[in-house]
């Protein structure tokens, strides 16, 4: 290999080494978990039930219990009701929309849009015995607008929050009331 250069490929090697072995002192570490998975519970989340008038609501606000089961320790989910341990189902209540501000010619400006959720947390095994039952409910406001598609956007970002905000109380309430876990 005649007139080759082996500088580049040092040069990279060092600085592979360098960006390597740097990284421990930024507080990126290499972690062994070990667990057997015998002291996760599992969770199945049946889609909500939708008894609002707002298209699609209950599977942003499943999709948003899921993601936050998926996202924390102490429970796993499961697709299999009939395996689980526990089984989270529940519907979406209707959905209160209300102005809140308005301009001089008394057009809207923005929006309170109030997301209510009613769950049930069963044990799937009758030894368990640990049920609860609640409401969850969460207000957001958003911008309203003369076009309508960007109306329909903002009060579906603001849902899409609203039901991140109440999944996260659901687990909360997960952990204290039918684990048993001291926050």
Request: charged share 25%.
């Amino acid at each position: 290999m005649l007139g080759h250069s082996t500088a580049p490929i040092v040069s990279l090697l060092a600085l592979s080494l360098l960006l390597f072995g740097s990284a421990g002192g930024c507080g990126y570490r290499f972690v062994e978990y070990r667990s057997d998975g015998a002291d996760r519970r599992e969770i199945a989340v049946l889609t909500l039930e939708n008894d609002s008038e707002e298209p699609g609501v209950e599977l942003l606000a499943s999709q948003a219990l899921r993601h936050e089961i998926l996202s924390r320790g102490g429970l796993s989910l499961t697709g299999d009701p009939a395996t689980a341990d526990f089984i989270l189902r529940g519907r979406v209540l209707p959905i209160r929309t209300r102005s809140r501000s308005f301009t001089g010619v008394a057009l809207a400006r923005e929006f309170s849009v109030t997301l209510r959720m009613e769950l049930r947390v069963d044990a799937a095994k009758a030894e368990q015995g640990k049920v609860a039952r609640t409401q969850f409910a969460e207000t957001d406001i958003y911008l309203a607008s003369a076009d309508s598609a960007v109306l329909r956007k903002n009060r579906r970002e603001a849902l899409r929050y609203l039901s991140g905000v109440l999944a996260r109380r659901v687990h909360d309430a997960i952990d204290r009331d039918v684990l048993g876990v001291m926050q």
